[in-house]
Structure formats: structure tokens, C-alpha cells
């Protein structure tokens, strides 16, 4: 999967839901919830970013931590969907 | 009774069993009193008193659980505050309670740093559960629970304050409301009475441990010897309802904008809820449309539709078996304490009459801290009793036999025309209108109405219009209830909380 994509999720993360705050180091497999990195709303949001940021749909059962819970799920998701 | 004595009489009868479940880790009443003593005997080592606040920046965890019984054990105050706090936010609680101890983690430990960098004078110790740069003279938290040994300070007493937790105004800076351990000794005791809660419980608490619906059902569950699922958030409601299926869980405290989410899944499956026995909203009033469809969905589950506010815990509740027959009302005063519906001088109104609500009893706040103004607007006497009342600032109305029905806050009126309208009659039709999942109303300046309703709404199909909404509309409400203009949204304000915010939506403040 490529870098760029990393990138830009990770970008996103710290300016939402870290505030900036890149002080921290954020591997890829770091859980986003059990690290309270992201709450309900923070969900909605990376899921508005996934459909406009990518161009993808997200169904309900797509909402899940398999697929959104750390930076390399949720591009190894972009990566499956932009596949399917 | 003081709060943590639950936990030692819980703790007696039920040591081995499973207090809280967190994840993979299941912490038991045994664990959960000894490391609450360890840490209590750290705080007390580390100069926190009997009466010390100590501020809690900590989301759903085991951890946070120990916490709140190690600070009431050490005597002191804990302060919750929700973890999405920004530091602004938090640097105002700190210099307004200038707490002892700090305990945070891992997500807010950065906030601290910049919350304590605006507040030289503040000198905190600070408890982390992960070290971060920015505080290197933190306490490891796992290290401070292996302190001891404990001994307890004879001197608390129930009438010690418990909590202070910190709520929006509806103007201005955020209020501390300090409650007492009679206080909420007397609150969760009538919650439990009302619910039927036992040790054969699991509760389900995806609702934060820092405001106060969410903080009750840790203390509801470890009085009376339950288990306890912390959840982080109701982010992934697909995971969280596989989980309340696993666990066994009977009871399900919600939110509405929580149920929303919920029947906006496409595909719900009734039989995970086949263990559930009640189901209970509060923090802002159900849509009756969504009750109905609850109801539909889940015939067999008890929904307890209720009303709370900060300062006195939770205020009226509906019998379950009366939702049908009266879905708009939140019910009757809880057990042991009393309602009226009053005009603006105290004195009670007549059924049908709206006015404000006020409630009395063994469960109301002892004021805001360190606010003498805003306490004494909001404990009042009864000017025939001389009882002091909470005044909720919250508009309702009574029937005959004295179920109470949600009006509006009394500062959300919207004059539009000359004409009175309470926002939430107006969401209320448009929660009728098929597509609409969350809906907000608001007024918007306006040259010559004074104030125009504005629509927010957040629709679950691309092919609902703004004809659809005001076609709808034009035909549920009189001319002047109908918005003048309708904003389709990805998602609306919330609070910190979780509750839809018209103060958000209109851009009266920024989140707390």
C-alpha cells in the first residue's frame, strides 16, 4: 500500500483527534479507541474524510475496528474498497 | 452511607466476582477495593487531604473506576472531566478548583501539560498511565497502586462534598457541581429502587464516567455487587451490540442521539438484545417517533424514559409500562423525592399549565463551587415551606396525575414574529418525516422576524429536499413554527456529553 495514503491518514488523526499534537509517536498498528485517540464523533468524522478525502462508500457494517481502528487497517480498507 | 463503603460492603459479599470488565481485562471486587487503597494510600503520601479536589482526565477504563473510589477513599473531591476536553476548557476547571492531583491518560495527558503551562500557580501531582514528554515528574499509575498500606482518616463523614462536576452553562464559564456523598448515597439508592437493580446486573456503560448519567452507573452497579462493561464510546455500535450480546448485559443506559445511531443501522438484529431487560435515555428528551420505533424493534426490552440534570443526578422517571400510553412524558419524581411545576414566583402551577420544574430532596446539589451567584439562583425556597428547591431552568408542564412532559430549557425559546417557539416542538415533527435521523432547530437573526427557525438536519437519504422538509412541515405546525430555511448535515453539534447541542448549532460557544 502506499506511503501517501499512511500519510495522509496520519496527517488527519493528528490534526483531528491529537490536536496537532505530534509529539507522541503514532505507529501504524497503535488502536485508535483503546489509545483514545478517536470517540463517536471522531468515527463519523474519519468516515466523512475516508468517502470525500477518497472517494469511497462506507456502509454501516463497514464501521467497524477491523477496518478503521489503527492507520494500517484503515489503508489496508481504502486499499480493499478502491479493489472491490 | 459514604461511596467507597459500597465498594468495601460489595466487596465483602462478592470478592472473587467481576466488577468491571474492560476489554480483555476483567478487574474483580477484590481488585478493584485493593488497588483503589493503593492508590489512595499514594495520594494521601503525596499531601492530598480530606477535602482536596482532584481532577479526573480519564476516559472509559478500569482504571478511571479505581480512581474515583481511591480519591473518596483518600477523602478527597474527584472532579471528572471529559477526556475530549480542550485545555482552554480544562485550564479554567483547574483555576477554578485548584486541585492536588491530576490523573490522565494517555489521550489527555497532552491537554494537561498545556491546561498547567496557563497555570503557573497551580502545583498538582500529577498520576499518569503512560508517560508522556511534556510531563516528565508524572507518577506511573500502575506503580502508585502497589503503595500502602492504607489506613482510613476516621474523621469523613457523609456530608464530606464527593464530586464536583463541571457543566455548560447556558451562558458564560462552566459551573462545578459539588455534590455530597449523602447526596448521591441518596440518588443511586432511588435509581436502583426504580430499576430493579441486583447483582445478577450487567450494565453496559458506553456513556462517560466523567458526566454524570455515566458516573452513575459504576456507582448503581458496584452498590449493589453487578458487573460493570466500560466502553470507550458507541463509535462502532455494530461492535458495542456484539458485545452487550457476549457479555450478557441487562441493562443499557443510552442517550438519544445513542438510539438514533441505532436505528439508523440498516440491518439490526433483534436477538442480540435477547439477554437485554431494560433499556434507559435520558440527558435530553426522546423523540416520540423514535420511541415508537424502539419499541417496535424491541418489544420485550423495558425502556425507561427519564429526565436528570447534574445537579440533582436524575429527577423523574417513567414507569416502562406507561410508555406507550404516554411516550412524550419523562414521568414522575424518583423515589424519595419530590417535583413541582412552578410559575416564576415558586408556586405551583395547574396541570396543563407549563412552568418551571424544580425538585427537592436528599439528591440535590449542595451549589456550584465557588459560585455564590449561580447557587443561589439555583436553590431557591419553597416561598411556602421554605424547602430548599433546585430550579432546573427547564420548562414543563404537569397532567392531572402528575406525569410531567418536556417543554423546552427555559433559555431556548425562540422568538420569531412575536411568536413564541420551542425548538424542540418543531424537531419533534420533523423526526415524523421519514429519512430524518437527528434534527435541530434553530433561531437565526432575521431583519424583521427578530429571530428565523433555522433546520439542521442529518438525513439517512441523499434524496430528502428541502421541499420534503418544509411540505412536511408546513403541514404538522402552525405557519410560524414552519423553518425558514432547512441545512442538510453530515453530523449536528454535540456537547461533550454527547447530547445534540442548539447552543453549538448556532454557534453560541464552542464545544465544552
Known sequence: MSDAVQMKIRDFIIENFLFGDDSQPLPGDLSLMENDLVDSTGILELVSFLEEGFGLKVADADIVPANLDSIDRIAAFIERKKAA | MRIENHLRRSCLLHAGKTAIVDGARRVSYAELSDASDGLAAWLAENG???????????GNGWQTAVVFYAVWKAGAVACPVNPSTRAKRLAFIIADCLPAAIVADARGAATVADALAANPQARPAVILTRPHPRLPEAADFAQCLETGPFSTDPALCDSDL????????????????????????AATASIISYLGNGENDVILDVLPLSFGYGLTQLLTSVRVGATLVLEKSFAYPAAVLQRMHEEGVTGFPMVPSMIALLLRMEALDPALFAGLRYITSAAA???VAHIRRLRALLPDVQLYSMYGQTECVRATWLPPDDIDLRPASTGIAI???AIQVVDEAGHEVAPGTVGELVVSGPHIMRGYW??????EEALRPDPLTGTRRLHTGDLFFADGDGHVTFVSRKDDIIKTGGFKVAPREVESALYDLEGVVEALVVGMPDPVLGEALKAMIVASADTLTAEDVLRHCARMLNDFMVPRQVEFCQALPKTGSGKL????????????
Do not use: E, Q
Request: a positive charge; charged letters at 15%; one cysteine or more.
Open chain 2, 285 to 287: 428528551p426522546l423523540p
Open chain 2, 335 to 337: 423515589p424519595g423525592t
Open chain 2, 48 to 58: 492530598v487531604c480530606r477535602g482536596d479536589r482532584v481532577v479526573v482526565f480519564a
Open chain 2, 501 to 512: 447541542s442548539r447552543r453549538l448549532a448556532s454557534g453560541g460557544g464552542t464545544t465544552p
Open chain 2, 370 to 375: 465557588n459560585n455564590a451567584v449561580a447557587t
Open chain 2, 162 to 185: 464527593a464530586t464536583i462536576i463541571y457543566t455548560s452553562g447556558s451562558t458564560g464559564d462552566p459551573k462545578g457541581v459539588m455534590m455530597g456523598h449523602d447526596n448521591i448515597d
